[in-house]
């Protein structure tokens, strides 16, 4: 399966099974893109349901606030894969 979409180098069918090699980083941006535009939904969905300057301001925190957790949750999930793939290249050096 080497050079599907998203899948690592050297991906096996029985890797799926048997959880050897890590599928979730390839598919990060995409859950990432998607939390984001949920967010940005559920932002504006606040905006109009509370039409006033309160609202208004409610939501554009809420935008803000949610796109800048997102992105560090993500972040913070990318790091520890990227942990991962580095101490499986150490241990297959020895």
Known sequence: MEGYFMFPKGFEP????Y????????????IYWIICGLSIL????????NFSLVGLIGGLVLLVVGLLY??????ILVVIF?????????????
């Open 82 to 94: 990227k942990i991962n793939s580095n101490l499986q290249k150490i241990a297959d050096k020895e």
């Open 70 to 75: 997102i992105r560090v949750l993500c972040e």
């Open 42 to 49: 559920c932002a504006l969905a606040y905006i109009i349901s």
């Open 14 to 17: 029985r890797d799926l099974f």
């Open 19 to 30: 959880l050897n090699k890590m599928v979730t980083p390839g598919f990060m941006t995409l």
